[in-house]
């Protein structure tokens, strides 16, 4: 059973910056995608980017573009999230997810237990 566990997560100042971090127990180059999600209070989770374990490939929600980046240390079975000028509407709780791919939260099976990203003067 493949488990991930998020951390990194806090609160910040509008601006500022967090690096979120998912390491998996298992081997996940099997999978298409690793990717980040986040369900603020009241409403739906949705895909913020993924990536191939494989080729490195990634997606972004838009937006996050320019804001965000995502990388993965295939070494450390670890993906992480780089989140740059961060607004109030970032907060949310932040979910890692492993599965097909594409941004679509109800396409993917394993989670992590999340990680709260507060953005607030």
């Known amino acids: 059973q493949l488990q991930l566990a998020e951390s990194g997560g806090g609160l910040v100042q509008p601006g500022g910056s967090l690096r979120l971090s998912c390491t998996t127990s298992g081997y996940t180059l099997d999978y298409p995608a690793i990717g980040w999600f986040r369900q603020a209070p009241g409403e739906l989770r949705e895909g913020v980017s993924i990536?191939?374990?494989?080729?490195?490939?990634?997606e972004y929600e838009d937006s996050v573009k320019g804001r965000f980046t995502i990388s993965r240390d295939n070494a450390k079975n670890t993906v992480y999230l780089q989140m740059n000028s961060l607004q109030p509407e970032d907060t949310a709780v932040y979910y890692c997810?492993?599965?097909?791919?594409?941004?679509?939260?109800?396409?993917?099976?394993?989670w992590g237990q999340g990680t709260q990203v507060t953005v607030s003067s």
């Open positions: 990536i191939s374990p494989r080729d490195g490939s990634t």
């Open positions: 997810g492993v599965g097909p791919g594409g941004l679509s939260p109800s396409e993917y099976g394993y």
